[in-house]
């Protein structure tokens, strides 16, 4: 079982749409949770971070953890085309530096 | 907004050679770390970095790696002899405190090994 399991897509949805991406996750060590986001070619651009279990609230982006069912989410409120791009979650053991990456999910929001 | 950036944008050597890639991190953070992704592949950890010492890494980081802060902005990825497996992204990221603190990526370097 991979250690972090991301759907790769594409998730393609009309502007406007609310957006779920997910990951699952098998280590239950995991303390902290990020979501970014990367455009090609790019560096990831840190979107959310999140200690625990619970929300997080941040404009038209919420994330949840649920650490009971090993799975964490990310929505996007009002998509819009230049939300258009890969979302990769993120996670990491307190104490450690290293963070582990899923393979990202490619978001396409449609005009 | 700060950033991190890297230098340079697009890497291409022959295989056997030595690479640098640099990155100035975030100016008052003090740790650093190295991540590399393979085209179409997740990002993978290669190493932190702290108070001059490596303080993490991974199997990846083998002894043809090594890393570098070779004054107060600079922090650098040395491969020494290039293989052609190493063709890929390699992003700088730091961060203020430790590990729980979130770490702030850079555009990346793309190395091309022919």
């Known amino acids: 079982q991979k250690e972090v399991e991301q759907d790769p897509g594409p998730l393609s949805v009309p502007e406007g749409a609310i957006v779920s991406l997910n990951c699952t996750y098998s280590?239950?060590?995991?303390?902290?949770f990020m979501w970014y986001r990367q455009y090609s070619r790019k560096g990831p651009e840190l979107l959310m971070y999140?200690?625990?279990?619970g929300n997080k609230e941040d404009g038209r982006f919420t994330a949840q953890v649920d650490k009971s069912s090993k799975y964490i989410s990310l929505f996007i409120r009002d998509s819009q085309p230049s939300d258009s791009a890969t979302y990769l979650c993120?996670?990491?053991?307190?104490?450690?530096?290293?963070?582990?990456f899923g393979t990202g999910t490619r978001l396409k929001v449609l005009a | 907004e700060p950033e991190v950036t890297q230098t340079p944008s697009h890497q291409v050597t022959q295989m056997g050679q030595e690479v640098i890639l640099r990155c100035v991190p975030i100016?008052?953070?003090?740790?650093f770390y190295w991540y590399r992704q393979i085209l179409g592949q997740k990002v993978e950890f290669l190493v932190s970095?702290?108070?001059?010492?490596?303080?993490?890494k991974s199997e990846i980081f083998d002894d043809q790696f090594s890393v570098e802060r070779p004054d107060g902005s600079n922090f650098t990825l040395k491969i020494r002899s290039t293989k052609l497996e190493d063709s890929a992204m390699y992003f700088c990221?730091?961060?203020?405190?430790?590990?729980?603190?979130?770490?702030?990526f850079g555009p990346g370097t793309r190395l091309t090994v022919l």
């Open positions: 280590n239950s060590a995991f303390q902290y």
């Open positions: 999140t200690y625990s279990s």
């Open positions: 993120a996670m990491s053991v307190s104490g450690t530096y290293k963070y582990i």
């Open positions: 100016s008052n953070h003090l740790y």
């Open positions: 970095f702290y108070n001059n010492e490596i303080s993490e």
């Open positions: 990221a730091s961060s203020s405190r430790g590990p729980t603190d979130t770490q702030y």
